[in-house]
């Protein structure tokens, strides 16, 4: 399993990743659900590196991206995020298939993908070869045509009308039994999250690169009305990589 070296808080020393990131859950208010967002950036703040974020991973960032998905209920994405990384079926570790059950969790994570028109390869493996079978949230005005074939292969689910409400969406999918949601972006979608004051923990990895250029940041999106207070939890390190975990301010 994989383990950590805590920067902070203090005293420090080797902690195993999901005992870092299994504390209790932030009060989740009224959306149902608790979400985390986890994303990498450069140190210079890039998110993606040539449309892509696969070239600021490493291996360390890859391992906890595995714990923190098989800690969670759903993976909450957007559709250009699945079609920029090729999303494959998401599985958890074997080796917390007794915490999940313990927990009361199904054995995988759910794949809930946020898709105003569903133009969705529905025949990649992330829906063919799903262990828990996805979920797609969509939108009134979604072409009835891709809304059948979809459900084919998924669970539909209707939250808005021309854009996806993702308060009304996070609702559903909790009162379907998903109130731990993991969001692994992209910036459209984690801008849209704290714009709609839905983000209760940020769990950012700064990749040990630097990339220059004009790169998305992790948010891409209309400025913040305010910004969003959020309060340092701690801070790992593991093959030069920083994990960061903040959590949400007070609300209010």
Aim: proline fraction near 8%; charged fraction near 20%.
């Amino acid at each position: 399993m994989l383990t950590l070296t805590q920067l902070y808080p203090p005293p420090g020393g080797e902690v195993v990743a999901t005992d870092a990131y299994s504390g209790p859950p932030v009060d989740a208010g009224d959306a149902g659900a608790h979400v985390r967002v986890n994303m990498v950036a450069s140190v210079d703040g890039a998110a993606t590196l040539a449309g892509r974020v696969g070239a600021l991973t490493g291996h360390a960032d890859q391992q906890l991206l595995g714990v923190l998905r098989s800690l969670c209920d759903v993976l909450l994405v957007g559709a250009a995020t699945i079609r920029a990384e090729g999303y494959g079926p998401i599985r958890a570790l074997p080796e917390l298939a007794d915490r999940r059950r313990a927990a009361g969790q199904q054995p995988a994570p759910r794949l809930a993908v946020l898709s105003r028109s569903l133009d969705l390869d529905l025949g990649s493996r992330a829906f063919t070869a799903a262990v828990a079978r996805p979920v797609l949230v969509t939108t009134e005005r979604a072409a009835p045509e891709r809304v059948a074939a979809g459900r084919e292969v998924a669970d539909v689910v209707i939250a808005g009308d021309e854009s996806v409400d993702l308060r009304t969406a996070l609702r559903l999918l909790a009162g379907h039994g998903m109130r731990s949601v993991l969001s692994e972006g992209g910036p459209g979608v984690v801008a849209e999250l704290f714009a709609a004051d839905l983000v209760d923990e940020l769990c950012l990895a700064v990749s040990p690169v630097v990339v220059s250029g004009t790169e998305r940041r992790v948010t891409s999106g209309p400025p913040l009305p305010r910004p969003v207070p959020l309060r340092l939890e701690a801070v790992y390190e593991r093959d030069d990589y920083l994990f960061t975990r903040y959590v949400r301010g007070p609300r209010g």
